[in-house]
């Protein structure tokens, strides 16, 4: 009877480490799931932040048009060249965006296998 406890405490020890391991794990899981959503939320607001930016001084020159003169051939040309730079300031935005999604889904998928071998 006595090597029976001796063999269920043992048996309890090993289950309490192994619990104990996959409970590190998912807290370490946890931890960088955390980290991976305050990034891709920082990065949200500063790639609004971007967007507002550009559009509001696409709202100043547009209600700024009788100053910039696009009744003539130079002033219509320096505009298009100001919304072109405009466009290239929201494409990178976007672009931004775009790595920063795959660099993410990156993370949640290494997290999901993490997640997913603690569970087993």
Partial sequence: MAEQAGLSIGAIGEKQVALSTQHAAIADADRALAEALAAAHAATVEGARRL??????????????????????????????????????????????????????????KLSERYNFSAG
Avoid at 81 to 105: M, Y
């Fill in 52 to 109: 507002d930016a550009i559009g509001a001084e696409i709202d100043r020159a547009v209600g700024n048009q009788a100053a910039l003169g696009l009744d003539t051939g130079v002033g219509a040309r320096e505009f298009q060249k100001f919304l072109l730079a405009k466009q290239r300031e929201i494409l990178a935005v976007v672009s931004d965006a775009s790595e920063l999604d795959c660099a993410a889904k990156a993370v949640l998928d």
